[in-house]
């Protein structure tokens, strides 16, 4: 029975109307949905999982599955409507974690936060096969995750951040263990690359990689430090933690990204870094706007520019302001788009000679970076318009400019790919197939190079969407060939979801 997921109780059951619902509006037939859990179970590695027709007609029944089949309908679903479905909402129950390992409610002390990141990091080294960790965990949304995040502006009282250094101080009679400046300076260097190489080669390349460097940074911080080393080595923690969300989300796990992100974001309030903090909750932000949040993500980044107002580099403060008006776009807010927009050109425009003092974390916002998220701002509220051909052409020049500016750059080639799709998405809102076709080829060659999952996911809607408004079209035909030949994982999510 296990096997297949069922449950060990059958006991008054009742048809489960909510699952029901959601079935219904997804469009797919039972044996449609049972072959997608079992390929979602194969990727991340339960293989002992077999659903068939049967089985998922007796779920509508009222049957109660057993992890991680409630999570996979979780994501299925999710996936399917663009939004945050809960297992909650689909009638069913999710199987009981210890706070260190679900939920984003988490202590605000050093101590604890360096237990919680070692415990997960380790998890996630043993358990990496493709979503296995994320079946453990539910991607928090509302105020769930907002009122959780806010406790980030509260002091540390005077004296509670003693936590870690006091424990190193009592191991001191026992060892003596000191980090030398340069062993510092080493790791420190090494975030740096790790971040170098996800810009030039996806998340999907070095993720584990980061996670053991993570984890090797929490042991450290239980070795006896002094005070500034031990803020140091919380500010390399944060900035792994971060990376390895940021990582995380890019290969599609959701759960996953987000636990890495409230980490980070406990972490950088240990090193007492503000800015560190207000772009950690900036990716949170972009997360919650990828899986149909946008007023979290609101919240999000508003709680980053209060947070850091007064201590963040223009180029920290312009990126914030991108984001926002990404977070009212997909609202449907021209006019507080607009304002964001501007604000984020005219706060860019200050960046001076004192440049060079931006740490390395938002020095990957450029000037094409700024173009892409306007045009990317400016194409979603086209979208949320109804296809608006006014916001298509705004977000035109600035998706041409960002396209023009990335493609000089052999470092950040996934920003490339995923420009030169949005590009795509702008020739379709503009009724220009056979351009869009061309933009698309050439994202579908910088793809080939780059392991991510979030650039090949857009790909294939993009080129689907077109496939399916312009069939007739040559060109259109062959960039869809041209996708199954060489991406043909991603064809398979495309008829999967």
């Known amino acids: 029975m296990s096997g297949n997921g069922g449950s060990g109780s059958s006991v008054d059951k009742r048809p489960n109307e909510q699952l029901g619902s959601w079935f219904v509006r997804s469009g ?17 590695g339960a293989h002992h999982i077999s659903t068939d027709t049967s089985r998922v007609r007796r779920w509508l029944d009222g049957e109660q599955p057993r992890e991680p089949i409630p999570r996979i309908l979780s994501e299925l679903f999710s996936e399917r409507f663009g ?25 605000w002390a050093g101590r604890q936060t360096v237990e ?17 960790l994320g079946t453990s965990l539910a991607l928090a949304a509302g105020p769930a995750l907002i009122e959780p995040m806010q406790r980030w502006l509260v002091p540390t009282p005077p004296g509670a951040p003693a936590d870690v250094p ?28 790790f971040r170098q190489w996800d810009a030039q080669c996806g998340g999907g390349l070095r993720r584990k990689a980061v996670v053991g460097q993570l984890h090797e940074v929490t042991d450290l911080l239980q070795e006896p430090q002094s005070d500034a080393v031990s803020a140091r080595l919380f500010k390399v923690a944060a900035e792994l933690a971060e990376l390895a969300g940021w ?56 709680l980053a520019q209060y947070g850091s107002r007064d201590c963040s580099t223009a180029r920290t403060q312009a990126m914030l302001y991108a984001m926002e008006a990404r977070a009212y776009a997909n609202m ?116 080939r190079r780059v392991r991510s999952e979030r650039v090949n996911t857009r790909l294939r809607k993009t080129v689907d969407t077109a496939a399916r408004d312009y069939a007739d079209v040559a060109e259109v035909v062959h960039v869809a060939d041209q996708l199954a030949l060489h991406l043909p994982d991603c064809v398979e999510t495309a008829q999967a979801v």
């Not at 006091?166 to 690359?193: F, H, I």
């Open 166 to 193: 006091v424990l190193a101080a009592q191991a001191a009679a026992r060892r003596t263990t000191k980090l030398s400046g340069p062993e510092l300076d080493l790791l420190e260097a090494t975030t740096r690359m």
């Open 332 to 447: 449907g807010q021209p006019n507080k788009c607009h304002r964001a927009v501007r604000m984020a050109q005219d706060t860019f425009a200050d960046i001076s000679g004192a440049e060079e003092h931006d740490p390395d974390w938002i020095r990957f916002f450029s000037e094409a970076e700024l173009h892409a998220e306007n045009a990317h701002s400016y194409r979603d509220l086209a979208y949320v318009a109804g296809r608006s051909p006014t916001y298509a052409s705004l977000a035109r020049p600035e998706m041409e400019r960002a396209v023009e500016l990335f493609g000089k750059d052999d470092i950040h080639q996934r920003s490339y790919a995923l420009n030169l799709i949005g590009m795509a998405t702008v020739h379709l809102l503009e009724k220009e197939p056979e351009q869009s076709a061309a933009a698309a080829e050439k994202a579908l060659s910088v793809a």
């Open 28 to 44: 797919w037939s039972k044996g449609e949905l049972a072959r997608q859990v079992n390929r979602r179970a194969r990727q991340m």
């Open 116 to 132: 919680l990141i070692s415990e997960f990091s380790r998890s996630d080294l043993m358990l990496a096969r493709r979503g296995f």
């Open 83 to 107: 939004c945050v479905v809960a297992i909650e909402e689909i009638g069913l129950r999710a199987a009981h974690q210890s706070p260190s390992v679900s939920g984003v409610d988490l202590p």
């Open 247 to 302: 990582m995380s989300y890019d290969v599609g796990l959701q759960p996953t990204a987000q636990k890495y992100f409230v980490l980070a974001l406990h972490a950088s309030k240990e090193a007492g870094d503000k800015p560190l903090g207000s772009y950690v909750l900036s990716n949170m932000s972009r997360q919650m706007i990828h899986v149909g949040r946008p007023d979290d993500a609101l919240e999000l980044i508003h």
